[in-house]
T-cell receptor, first 113, second 115 residues
Framework: DQQVKQNSPSLSVQEGRISILNCDYT??????FLWYKKYPAEGPTFLIS?????DKNEDGRFTVFLNKSAKHLSLHIVPSQPGDSAVYFC????????????FGSGTRLQVQP | EAQVTQNPRYLITVTGKKLTVTCSQN?????MSWYRQDPGLGLRQIYY???????DKGDVPEGYKVSRKEKRNFPLILESPSPNQTSLYFC??????????????FGSGTQLSVL
């Protein structure tokens, strides 16, 4: 049973437009949510995170929104650039911290020039 | 350069032939972990280590072993590989316990095929 779900395997947007990647979770004990980006033949790299006590966190072109009541978070990329083309993983961590991140299945973003 | 180094990058083997995937980090991180990535399933944790000589099972530990004799190294051992262990494997590390807002640093991955 996947506790973190990314229901869109892929997304294609035009350069300069907004990219919105979505993630749903089921475990209300998660206290942090993170986004990782992965390029082909490389390991995932940390992008941005948000605490469960916040509803928004912004870092440059990247903003993550958290809706706790809906158990939903989203990553907004504005404006999208071709270099943003990658697989994006949503991840969550629990309150105890003993176990590592629980990852979603990933969304492949393609930004068209 | 701060990094997590895995070797080999690609490995093809046959069922039952023991193999080891090495992982080393040069950031003096306490926490290390192994993940496997499979299509549609994302990354799933195999084993993790909170510190030297401290290891514990993740979500999918069956068929794997690990050891943490030194802080920098965390090898993944498949004593008798089977085809269902064909996957992309990632080693990761972080400064302290993973959880909360602790960022994981990942290696470049090892693509394993078990025939």
């Amino acid at each position: 049973d996947q506790q973190v779900k990314q229901n869109s395997p892929s997304l294609s947007v035009q350069e300069g437009r907004i990219s919105i990647l979505n993630c749903d979770y089921t475990n209300s004990m998660f206290d942090y949510f993170l986004w990782y980006k992965k390029y082909p033949a490389e390991g995932p790299t940390f992008l941005i995170s948000i605490s469960s006590i916040k509803d928004k966190n912004e870092d440059g072109r990247f903003t993550v929104f958290l809706n706790k009541s809906a158990k939903h978070l989203s990553l907004h990329i504005v404006p999208s650039q071709p270099g943003d083309s990658a697989v994006y993983f949503c991840a969550a961590s629990g309150a105890t911290g003993r176990r590592a991140l629980t990852f979603g299945s990933g969304t492949r973003l393609q930004v068209q020039p | 350069e701060a990094q997590v180094t895995q070797n080999p990058r690609y490995l093809i083997t046959v069922t039952g032939k023991k193999l080891t995937v090495t992982c080393s980090q040069n950031m003096n991180h306490e926490y290390m972990s192994w993940y496997r990535q499979d299509p549609g399933l994302g990354l799933r944790q195999i084993y993790y280590s909170m510190n030297v000589e401290v290891t514990d099972k993740g979500d999918v530990p069956e068929g794997y072993k690990v050891s943490r004799k030194e802080k920098r190294n965390f090898p993944l051992i498949l004593e008798s590989p089977s085809p269902n262990q064909t996957s992309l494997y990632f080693c990761a590390s972080s400064l302290s316990r993973a959880g909360g807002n602790e960022k994981l640093f990942f290696g470049s991955g090892t693509q394993l095929s078990v025939l």
